[in-house]
């Protein structure tokens, strides 16, 4: 990519993170960007961008701007922070999960997670919990494609799992 081009993507980029209130933060002597909602930094790649482009959000006029890379992944910095594609390949399809997402998207989803396990010990989990665990999962895993450090979270969604597992009813036993 020509100088006068990757100029042009790093103006449309630094313009985007310069906005009030601030969703994204950018480093461009270090190349990361930051979700400032999740605190989250995730590598720019400026030698693999090929393009930068500013689009309007439906119904709105509001604009994000999406990132695309040469293996074909994409971000979006919008006024929610970093959107990126969920990932499930660990999940299977899922329902209602939609193609795209980002990390308020996950806390929230968490939220309603812890919910269901610790504000009701008494009650099984069921199909829906099983769905909420998944969906974060698909979340997560997303964010990871994307080169997000999610470690942490990974091992939260594991003591839930393993909470989910202990609660779970157990399944029949053929005579």
């Known amino acids: 990519m020509d ?3 990757r100029a042009r993507q790093l103006a449309i980029i630094r313009s985007f993170c310069a906005r009030q209130p601030v969703p994204v933060l950018f480093d461009e002597g270090g190349e ?8 989250k930094t ?5 030698s693999m961008l090929v393009s930068v482009e500013e689009r309007k959000k439906k119904g709105s006029d509001d604009n994000y701007i ?3 890379y040469e293996d074909g992944r994409q971000i979006a910095l919008a006024d929610v922070g970093i959107a990126f594609a969920p990932d499930t390949k660990n999940t299977g399809k899922l329902e209602d999960l939609p193609d795209v997402v980002c990390f308020r998207d996950y806390q929230s989803l968490l939220g309603r997670l812890k919910h269901e396990l610790f ?3 008494d009650r099984e989990p069921t199909r829906a919990t099983v769905l909420l665990l998944m969906t974060c999962v698909a979340i997560l895993d997303g964010a990871r494609r994307q080169g997000f450090d999610v470690g942490r979270e990974e091992k939260e969604l ?3 799992l393993a909470e989910l597992e202990k609660r779970a009813p157990s399944p029949p036993r053929i005579p």
């Open 3 to 5: 100088e006068a081009s």
């Open 32 to 39: 990361l960007l930051m979700d400032v909602f999740s605190s």
């Open 42 to 46: 995730v590598p720019l790649a400026l």
């Open 66 to 68: 999406v990132l695309t």
């Open 119 to 121: 504000d009701h010990p």
């Open 158 to 160: 594991e003591a839930h």
